[in-house]
């Protein structure tokens, strides 16, 4: 069973940054897709980011097209860590953030499903002020 504790959300003006961190530990794989979803208030979760990987090779990471260019997803394999940079913050932008994660590589053509990933952390806020 693999757990995943997010942390670095807060509270930004618009246009500010913060950077989120998803650590996962107990049984991790070697081959992982990892990502990042947000729920706002009264809203459905929807993908954020994600990448595959298999040992040292990342496979191509995606991103929805609300973030792209302003939010990357990275990782530190010696610390089984991914993180998500948040740049140019909108106040569209608040939500929970949750990072998720499943065993294997999924194509880019199903990373954005919620049923993709079986691990999910407890969530982390970021709120947006304008």
């Known amino acids: 069973q693999v757990q995943l504790v997010e942390s670095g959300g807060g509270l930004v003006q618009a246009g500010g940054s913060l950077r989120l961190s998803c650590v996962a530990s107990g049984r991790t794989f070697s081959s992982t897709t990892m990502g990042w979803f947000r729920q706002a208030p009264g809203k459905e979760r929807e993908f954020v980011a994600g990448?595959?990987?298999?040992?040292?090779?990342?496979?191509?990471?995606g991103s929805a097209d609300a973030v792209k260019g302003r939010f990357t997803i990275s990782r530190d394999n010696a610390k089984n860590t991914i993180y998500l940079q948040m740049n140019t913050l909108k106040s569209e932008d608040t939500a929970v953030y949750y990072c998720a994660a499943t065993q294997g590589i999924v194509g880019t053509t199903s990373r954005h499903l919620r049923i993709a990933y079986d691990c999910w952390g407890q969530g982390t806020q970021v709120t947006v002020s304008s």
């Open positions: 990448m595959s990987w298999n040992g040292p090779t990342t496979y191509d990471t």
